[in-house]
């Protein structure tokens, strides 16, 4: 749907949803875990899949105050939670930051 998506990988755990979508032709992803073993996986798996440090950021933030630290809109926001979570407090944060849709 989207030529060159900004990507939102909201809780993004070790990163396989963002680095997808910066395999099909995302703009940037901007990938966000509150966990810091997640990001640590996430590192390797940037690492490990060649992926270009100017295409994406990386911010250790509790969902609900990510809003505060991010300057840009994007196309699209990914939620990956734990099984069973109500995430429907991150949903709407990302309809804050989003400009289009927002997966769960």
Do not use: H, R, W
Not at 66 to 75: A, G, N, S
Not at 86 to 102: A, G
């Amino acid at each position: 749907k989207y030529e060159k998506p900004m990507v939102l990988d909201a809780m993004c755990g070790p990163g396989t949803l963002g680095i997808y979508a910066l395999k099909k032709n995302a703009k940037k992803v901007v990938f966000n875990d509150i966990y810091d073993e997640a990001l640590d996986s996430l590192k390797i798996n940037l690492k490990v899949n060649s992926i270009n440090g100017e295409d994406y950021e990386i911010f250790n933030e509790n969902l609900l105050n990510l809003p505060k630290k991010i300057e840009y809109k994007f196309d699209i926001g990914i939620i990956d939670a734990f099984p069973n979570i109500d995430t429907s407090n991150y949903q709407n944060i990302l309809k804050k930051i989003c400009q289009s849709q927002s997966l769960n």
